[in-house]
């Protein structure tokens, strides 16, 4: 057992640190992508080719390991500056793994300098857990696709240039093994997309796809094969998703205005800081966890589920907390604390809920398929 | 790589090495175990095995601190009776002369707060915690006193003799073996009851397929390694001498503390009426850990010692930044 980063990784992340500097205004860590405040800043990391780190030099990346990928978002979440883009993660490994040469040539380098953006769009109405159930259509007409049916919940897709579709290209019975992932112009004919708003500022959006025409070659994988093909990015990404760099900004900050408003006096609110600081140490060694499986190769469900389940219930824990200490202070906008509780509230959902990630320690772990 | 969750072969090898021998010892069922009552030889046989040498200073050592971990969670899964953190305790408080008979098993240690002494009737050697210090005492009278843990306490009279250091010096030799003979305990609960719920039916159906049964199981055994990684990862920090190991040690005790309290009522809660019983099979280590969580210095007084910053494992320098 050995915690400890190699000199050139600890180079890497002070020249990170170095390089996130004129950045620490964008502090409110709000959005992922699409954002213009970020938009310059995500090209900025684009010039360095950073947004493409992991990606094998053959496809246009710097092919750096797992471990550099985390050590760099995790500073940028330490600052809060934005979340890892779902366009260079999720979506463009999935090209690299998956993709024809027509197709990484057609999206990858876009994709590396910020050009495009991608928005996931996997959840409907009435399947967002549950995605094998999705019911969204792609009927093959020919050399195109045409998309019928709605999505939800899908963040800040009015605001991308594509969406990264789910849908159904076989029998609705087949469930998971009757799925496609189709990339759609946003400008679609047919497509019709509402911004819905989220308390943190966010946007949810909610997507009526009225047969929606496509190219076929726009449909990455094989047909029919998008199950597996998510999995593999799910665990392609796992190291970055829930990062303790941010919980640990969010627990100093509260320390920081509990202080500024003397409430540390308190012995009761020292308690609960105490309790907060020991959840924040071990979701650091759950998010090491999953860094170290995911750098080696190794597929970890339950390590990774129990660190969603971690870093979640700790987000939301420093933000209740802070809310709760009775400095009234905590209302006010400027102050920066009622933010960490506007937006811990949708972590515990997105991703993967609570719910589904103690069903994975259930099984995984315990052998327990709890499911009813 | 210098980052990896892997136990070397060494640890594996220890961690083995007293697994087996808890078996031979204690038997390999909970309802041996949890018959099996303290004695001195048994306490002698441990320290053959050389335990006790493990997180020792200096050329007592047989290994470190993270070795010290992986064998107390084994025992702590077994429940082996005996004052462990208070002997581990011991051999970095006295004077080397007596360390010896500590680290053969032939001085059992009683460390507490006078007058209520754990381990206080069998105790050759007391140490009392004292304004903050580890004295010496001289134990006058003593009065047996039957606790949860169905451990052998005493009420003493004693009187504070030399001052063998600062506690907060030392602690963290109390609080690794402690902590991780917890999260051992709440593992091996969680374990068992997740094999009960696997197999037992209600309603037509395996009850571990009832999210009510499962999520408190699987809740409790993500903050069991929680803890387990916070205690190994202290280890390894007090195993490198780092100044922010004694620190990561207390967090990781609180962090088990906390974790194997939840895993004792979920263990219990799991198995239905069965639980509840004397004789059943999470009562005999839920006493433990009740009686771990509030033996001198307790996990509430100890919190109070917990400060408000605490160092990030892999970097300290987002602490120096901030403060």
Aim: charged content about 20%; some cysteine.
């Amino acid at each position: 057992m050995k915690i400890a980063l190699t000199a050139e990784q600890l180079a890497f992340r002070d020249e990170v640190r170095a390089f996130l500097q004129p950045w620490k205004h964008l502090n409110k860590y709000l959005v992922s992508e699409n954002s213009p405040d970020l938009m310059e800043f995500f090209r900025a990391m684009a010039k360095r080719n950073w947004l493409s780190l992991v990606w094998p030099v053959a496809d246009g990346g710097l092919g750096r390991s797992a471990m550099d990928e985390f050590i760099l978002w995790n500073e940028i979440a330490y600052n809060r500056i934005a979340r890892a883009p779902h366009s260079v993660g999720i979506v463009a490994k999935t090209i690299v793994r998956y993709g024809t040469p027509e197709q990484k040539a057609q999206w990858l380098p876009r994709i590396r300098a910020m050009d495009l953006t991608m928005a996931l769009t996997y959840s409907e109405p009435e399947a967002g857990s549950d995605l094998a159930g999705v019911r969204c259509r792609a009927e093959r007409q020919g050399d195109h696709y045409v998309i019928t049916g709605n999505k939800c919940w899908n963040s800040r897709a009015h605001q991308s240039d594509y969406l990264w579709l789910l849908c159904r290209t076989g029998e609705q019975s087949a469930r998971g093994k009757a799925l496609s992932l189709i990339i759609v112009p946003r400008e679609s004919p047919g497509l019709r997309i509402r911004p819905i708003e989220v308390m943190d500022g966010n946007f949810f959006t909610e997507i009526t796809c009225d047969a929606v025409k496509v190219p076929v070659e726009n449909r990455i994988g094989p047909e029919n094969g998008a199950w597996s093909m998510m999995g593999a990015a799910l665990a392609d990404e796992r190291h970055v998703q829930f990062l303790y760099g941010r919980l640990r900004r969010d627990y100093e900050d509260v320390l920081n205005f509990v202080r500024a408003n003397g409430a540390d006096r308190d012995p009761v609110v020292r308690h609960r800081l105490r309790e907060l600081a020991i959840d924040v140490a071990e979701a650091e060694l759950q998010s090491l966890r999953v860094a170290v499986a995911v750098n080696d190769g190794i597929d970890a469900p339950a390590e990774s589920a129990a660190n969603k389940l971690v870093h979640t219930l700790v987000c939301q824990a420093i933000a209740r907390a802070a809310m709760e200490f009775g400095c009234e202070s905590a209302v006010l906008v400027d102050i920066g604390i009622e933010i960490l509780w506007r937006q811990s509230m949708i972590e515990t959902i997105g991703g993967g809920t609570t719910q589904i990630m103690n069903s994975v320690v259930a099984r995984q772990r315990l052998g327990l398929n709890g499911t009813k | 790589m210098l980052l990896t969750f892997r136990l070397d072969e060494q640890q594996d090898a220890i961690g083995d090495s007293v697994k087996r021998f808890c078996q031979r010892s204690l038997g390999a069922t909970p309802q041996e175990r949890q018959k099996i009552e303290f004695s001195p030889n048994l306490w002698r046989a441990l320290a053959e095995l050389g335990v006790f040498a493990l997180g020792a200073p200096g050329e007592d050592a047989t290994g470190g601190f993270l070795d010290l971990v992986v064998a107390a969670e084994h025992l702590g899964r077994a429940g082996f009776p005996g004052p462990l953190p208070a002997t581990i305790l011991a051999t970095g408080a006295l004077p080397a002369a007596e360390v010896e008979a500590v680290l053969a098993g032939t001085s059992l240690v009683s460390f507490g707060r006078p007058p209520l002494m754990p381990w206080g009737m069998a105790g050759d050697i007391s140490l009392g915690l004292i304004d903050g210090r580890v004295k010496r005492l001289d134990i006058t009278s003593r009065t047996p006193a039957e606790t949860l843990g169905g451990e052998g306490w005493a009420q003493v009279e004693a009187k504070a003799g030399a001052d063998l250091g600062a506690f907060a010096d030392l602690r963290h030799r109390y609080d690794l073996p402690l902590g991780a003979l917890m999260v051992g305990a709440g593992l091996a609960m969680v374990e068992s009851a997740a094999e009960h719920a696997a197999n037992r039916r209600q309603f037509g159906q395996i009850i571990g397929t009832f999210q009510g049964v499962a999520f408190p199981l699987a809740e409790a055994v993500v903050a069991l390694e929680s803890a387990q990684l916070l205690l190994r990862a202290a280890a390894l920090r007090l195993d490198e001498g780092a100044a922010d190991g004694p620190k990561l040690a207390l967090a990781a005790r609180l962090s088990a503390g906390r974790a194997a309290r939840k895993a004792s009522f979920t263990a219990h809660q799991s198995y239905g009426a069965l639980g509840a019983t004397r004789e059943g099979p999470v009562f005999w280590l839920s006493r433990r850990v009740a009686q771990w969580s509030v033996q001198t210095p307790s996990d509430r007084e100890s919190m109070d010692d917990l400060p408000l910053e605490l160092p990030s494992i892999l970097d300290t320098q987002q602490v120096e930044t901030a403060s």
